[in-house]
């Protein structure tokens, strides 16, 4: 949540939640709708069942005072959209109130809407695509060759592109080289797709193998492209062989350039 605190609107604008079907999912992961008229009356419906409470806006306090009826609780701001609105309850922070706009969540999956803006944020800081509010992200799942999953933020489509966001476990995936299960790979900079690659086998005049992360399917080394060992291990620097390529300079575990000799 910290990192998304830039996204968070102040309760000031209390046009984003006025006369808005917030939704309550309490520990016994019950629904419960609340509607904060602009009269200050609160509406609370439960399967149906409506009751009428009152609200108020405390705006030095950034506080939302809620009158159930049965209770009365000052909820101070935490975190807030025209989606999403979190409340901790006053003296006891731990203690959140999280109500879910259902007309923009509809499928109440509060987890998902967070990685998508914590995405958009990674994509409009690092990437090289230019995201706007409208555009929808997709969440495309890649298993990789160790067995675990790799989540990416596409734009609008099902397809991986440079600029796209990567996740592992919920957070950004730290920098590095993924390899799928299927065809293909990523290499991964700042939380986002740096380049993607398919790695191919090559043997060497010496008898050993290796593998170039090439540019396309099908398609033989190039200038730039990462090369290692079957290990995993980068080759290092020097001049080799590759069988049906031709000579190769390597640097940095890179091919360097094509040389003659």
């Given at each position: 949540?910290?990192?998304l605190r830039q996204f968070s609107q102040s309760l000031d604008q209390t046009e984003l939640f006025v006369d808005k079907?917030?939704?309550l999912i309490d520990e016994d992961k019950q629904q419960q709708t609340y509607i904060f008229r602009r009269s200050g009356e609160l509406l609370m419906s439960l399967d149906g069942q409506v009751q009428i409470g009152a609200w108020d806006y405390i705006a030095p306090a950034q506080s939302l005072l809620i009158?159930?009826?049965a209770?009365?609780?000052?909820?101070n701001h935490f975190?807030?959209?025209?989606?999403?609105?979190?409340?901790?309850?006053?003296?006891k922070p731990e203690s959140k109130f999280i109500l879910a706009n259902r007309q923009l969540i509809p499928d109440l999956n509060v987890e998902k809407y967070l990685e998508d803006l914590d995405a958009r944020k990674t994509i409009q800081a690092n990437g090289n695509l230019k995201l706007n509010a409208t555009q929808q992200l997709c969440q495309t799942v890649m298993e990789l060759e160790d067995g675990s999953s790799i989540i990416f933020f596409t734009v609008e489509d099902n397809s991986i592109s440079v600029g796209d966001a990567v996740y592992t476990d919920g957070n950004a995936a730290s920098d590095g080289r993924y390899v799928f299960k299927k065809d293909g790979g990523t290499n991964v900079?700042?939380?986002v797709i740096k380049s993607i690659f398919w790695p191919?086998?090559?043997k060497l005049s010496t008898g050993e193998q290796i593998i170039a992360d090439c540019q396309g399917v099908g398609m033989n080394p190039k200038v730039s492209d990462k090369v290692f060992w079957l290990s995993g291990l980068p080759i290092g620097d020097g001049k080799y062989t590759i069988i049906n390529v031709g000579k190769v300079r390597i640097r940095s575990g890179c091919i360097d350039g094509f040389t003659l000799f």
């Open positions: 949540m910290p990192r079907p917030w939704v009158d159930r009826g209770d009365k609780l000052l909820l975190f807030f959209t025209n989606a999403l609105l979190v409340l901790a309850r006053d003296g900079e700042n939380g191919q086998r090559y």
